[in-house]
T-cell receptor, first 115, second 114 residues
Framework: GAVVSQHPSRVICKSGTSVKIECRSLDFQATTMFWYRQFPKQSLMLMAT?????????EQGVEKDKFLINHASLTLSTLTVTSAHPEDSSFYIC???????????FGPGTRLTVT | EDKVVQSPLSLVVHEGDTVTLNCSYE??????LLWYKQEKKAPTFLFML??SGIEKKSGRLSSILDKKELFSILNITATQTGDSAVYLC??????????????WGLGTSLAVNP
């Protein structure tokens, strides 16, 4: 099956700093990548959808200047949390879709803790 | 408003029991319904259902979709402690802006006790 990786798996940063999370599709070309966040005991919340080579589409209520998404190639998308605050602490998950399947394949997630 | 509702929200059973998880939906421009299992990390894919009445099976898990009544069930037979997880249902559709998206349910938290 298709494999999606995320890096790092866990990151702790200080308030006010920026953090970059990478999402890679390892064995297929991801025409579309999705970024989600998930709070404890809650479902996945879609933050944005990115298509390779174009600007990301953000969901209502998600600040695009705070959560910068870049999808520069068919195998890599990055999410940068700028000027992180403790309330940004969450589990961030990317997923990718592409190839012959319409399924979304999820990365293993990144646990962000902002102190 | 597009929505996906899962029930029950949580369930505790004993090993060997059979469980049925429910997912009902109201969405426009339905494409498919997907089931995922989430343990401590990101969701892992279980099934994708697009046609009514065709059961999909994988080991002790099976799922079926009813597009007339707008729901799906996920069955797990002879449950094991390793089945303990949150089971998420999502519906793939085109929204009002003709963008393709997944609408997620809140999940069913299943705990299987030895």
């Amino acid at each position: 099956g298709a494999v999606v990786s995320q890096h790092p798996s866990r990151v702790i940063c200080k308030s006010g700093t920026s953090v970059k999370i990478e999402c890679r599709s390892l064995d297929f070309q991801a025409t579309t990548m999705f970024w989600y966040r998930q709070f404890p005991k809650q479902s996945l919340m879609l933050m944005a959808t990115s298509n390779e080579g174009s600007k990301a589409t953000y969901e209502q209520g998600v600040e695009k200047d705070k959560f910068l998404i870049n999808h520069a190639s068919l195998t890599l998308s990055t999410l940068t949390v700028t000027s992180a605050h403790p309330e940004d602490s969450s589990f961030y998950i990317c997923s990718a879709r592409g190839g012959v399947s319409y399924e979304q394949y999820f990365g293993p997630g990144t646990r962000l803790t902002v102190t | 408003e597009d929505k996906v509702v899962q029930s029950p929200l949580s369930l505790v059973v004993h090993e060997g029991d059979t469980v049925t998880l429910n997912c009902s939906y109201e969405v426009t421009n339905f494409r498919s319904l997907l089931w995922y299992k989430q343990e401590k990390k990101a969701p892992t894919f279980l099934f994708m259902l697009t046609s009514s009445g065709i059961e999909k099976k994988s080991g002790r898990l099976s799922s079926i979709l009813d597009k007339k009544e707008l729901f799906s069930i996920l069955n797990i037979t002879a449950t094991q402690t390793g089945d303990s997880a949150v089971y998420l249902c999502a519906v793939d559709h085109y929204n009002a802006g003709n963008n393709r998206k997944l609408i997620w349910g809140l999940g069913t938290s299943l705990a299987v006790n030895p």
